[in-house]
């Protein structure tokens, strides 16, 4: 059982007119085998929260604390934070020219499990994850998201999710740019590591068509750099019935 808590968390980034606060106090728990949704509208800072407990340098946190099993993840470099168990899938996953998606695999696996893995076993492995996501066997030799459909980079984080096995998982917008088919092949891969791992996810999106597949234990409202409400998962089916509108009055009243 591990649990992800973050508390009191304030982040702000730098601009030409200095630091502009864009987190202002998020209060959030995962635990092994849940899945949290996080929804709202742009610029309401739901990638700023996942890039912040990554640990991405652009974003400075000003306060607050964020704990994985106890230990105090903020402490962490990014490395340690990946070997610790958390994962984050990327909304825009950066090119890596010359560098093929076998040998990224099996080293990211080694750097977080501190050793390589066994080579027929793993061949097997990733072999099998990438029959599950529909992937060709070629893909393994391109480079890391270099010429890459949005699909195909999408379909690509969730390998990697398969065969790291992290505790946490963030995903960031994973449905964005997914047509039906692709869409429903990336939730049954984030289903099949939540059923086989029991990891703990936190989906950051903006619309309700991949709840459909990936079904939230619960779902928060982000507005204005906070949670402006909690529930089920029938205030996400509200949300697609209302929009934000009323979270966004209350949030300049």
Do not use: C
Not at 8 to 30: M, W
Not at 103 to 123: E, M, S
Not at 140 to 165: D, M, Y
Not at 213 to 233: L, S, T
């Amino acid at each position: 059982m591990s649990t992800l808590e973050i508390k009191d968390l304030h982040v702000s980034v730098e601009t030409k007119e200095g630091p502009k606060p864009i987190l202002r106090g998020v209060d959030l728990t995962i635990n092994s085998g849940e899945t949290h949704a996080i929804m709202g509208p742009n610029g309401s800072g739901k990638s700023t929260l996942a890039y912040s407990i990554a640990g991405h340098p652009k974003y400075d946190i000003t306060s607050g604390e964020v704990y994985l099993d106890g230990e105090n993840v903020l402490e962490m470099s990014v490395d340690e934070r990946a070997r610790a168990g958390l994962f984050l899938a990327m909304q825009y996953p950066v090119e890596v020219p010359g560098v093929s998606v076998a040998n990224f695999l099996r080293t990211a696996k080694t750097a977080i499990d501190g050793q390589a893995p066994a080579l027929r076993h793993w061949v097997k492995e990733v072999n099998g994850a990438m029959d599950n996501l529909r992937m060709d066997k070629s893909f393994a030799e391109r480079s890391v998201n270099e010429g890459f459909s949005g699909g195909e980079k999408k379909r690509h984080e969730i390998l990697q999710l398969e065969l790291l096995k992290p505790k946490i998982a963030i995903l960031d917008e994973t449905d964005s740019g997914l047509d039906v088919d692709a869409l429903r092949v990336v939730s049954e891969g984030v289903n099949r590591a939540k059923e086989t791992t029991g990891a703990g996810f936190l989906l950051i999106t903006h619309y309700t068509r991949i709840l459909r597949y990936i079904k939230p234990d619960f779902v928060h409202v982000f507005v204005n750099g906070r949670v402006a409400e909690e529930g089920g998962p029938e205030l996400a089916e509200r949300l697609e019935a209302e929009g934000y509108d009323r979270f966004l009055s209350a949030a300049t009243a």
